[in-house]
């Protein structure tokens, strides 16, 4: 059995149709890799909630720090919150816990101390 690898991406920006299907067949090798998504992977709620979870799907574990393209809003956005509370409730309703995404051990913001 090969070792679990920790590996890290960023700046996936899946609003770009060949940015969406290099994550869609994204495959982790072993299947108990990690995965660090270190922010930017899209602008639209819509989009960082697809990109997280199609990851999350694939992978052992994600771990999503947000990025300047989570934190800012775009006028087409339907979510109008910026910065933490953005990251706080632009999830789906089964992701929901307090402040955090299920299945995620731990969402740092790039404000947050990590113990």
Not at 22 to 28: D, E, H, K, Q, T
């Amino acid at each position: 059995m090969a070792p679990a690898n920790l590996l890290g991406i960023s700046d996936l920006h899946v609003s770009h149709p060949e940015n969406r299907k290099i994550v869609a067949n994204l495959r982790p090798t072993p299947d108990d890799d990690w995965l660090l998504v270190a922010g930017d992977a899209g602008e639209l709620i819509e989009d960082i909630e697809w990109a997280l979870s199609t990851l999350r799907d694939h992978f052992a574990k994600v771990v999503w720090a947000p990025g300047n393209h989570e934190l800012w809003t775009p006028r087409e956005d339907p979510v109008h919150l910026r910065g933490e509370e953005r990251c706080r409730v632009g999830h789906p309703r089964e992701w929901r816990r307090p402040g955090h995404l299920r299945d995620v051990p731990r969402r740092v913001l790039p404000e947050t101390r990590t113990p």
